[in-house]
């Protein structure tokens, strides 16, 4: 993709959704911290489903704490790789109550050092809870990254240091959310749907995909 497009592609997709936001349901830091943790290799709908029981219950470090293993893993049980991911989230708990008042920390080092914690879920934290510019690479905006040609790169981190790095600064806030639904319901793994694409003009795609 050319450096004079991407302006007016990232123009385009925020005149048609303004304020995107992530999928993932929350009302804290906390509350997103946990909802992203249980996101891997699962989907928003299904982590959703689980925190509408978990978090009237539980939504504080702490409180997550006091339900155990056991409690916990009966709140989240329908989500894939439940039992680590319960572990994981009972020792990151631990270290919030421990080590950061019981409160989410705002730096990157921090974060990526909470078990089940990465890069990407550390990005997501920074950009939805703190408004930070970053961009936690999926694999929607990997994909999206590499197609339209954008950000062309062979990892996330590459991928991610690309987008930074093109993407004017007024649309990087955003940038990470705008990608990811662009990638999930219109750009999609098997087929992407040029026909309804409101940014096709602007994509290295070839050749576009015609309507069914």
Request: aromatic share 8%; proline share 7%; net charge positive.
């Amino acid at each position: 993709m050319k450096k004079e497009t991407i302006e007016p592609f990232f123009a385009t997709l925020k005149a048609a959704n303004p304020r995107p936001v992530t999928e993932l349901e929350y009302t804290s830091a906390f509350e997103l911290l946990v909802a992203v943790l249980l996101s891997a290799q699962a989907t928003d709908v299904s982590v959703n489903k689980a925190t509408h029981r978990l978090f009237p219950v539980a939504n504080t470090p702490q409180a997550i704490l006091d339900l155990g293993l056991e409690g916990l893993e009966g709140y989240i049980k329908t989500i894939g790789l439940y039992h680590t991911k319960a572990k994981n989230l009972l020792a990151t708990c631990k270290i919030l109550v421990e080590q950061h008042g019981g409160q989410v920390p705002r730096t990157r080092e921090a974060l990526e050092a909470l078990p089940g914690v990465g890069r990407k879920t550390a990005n997501v934290v920074l950009n939805s809870a703190f408004g930070e510019a970053t961009i936690a690479v999926d694999t929607h905006i990997f994909r999206v990254s590499n197609r339209t040609g954008l950000a062309p790169g062979k990892t996330p981190l590459e991928v991610e240091l690309k987008l930074l790095k093109r993407i004017p600064a007024e649309y990087l806030v955003d940038a990470h959310h705008w990608l990811i639904l662009h990638g999930r319901y219109v750009c999609t793994a098997r087929k992407p749907l040029c026909w309804r694409c409101g940014v096709s003009q602007f994509c290295d795609f070839t050749p576009k995909t015609p309507v069914p």
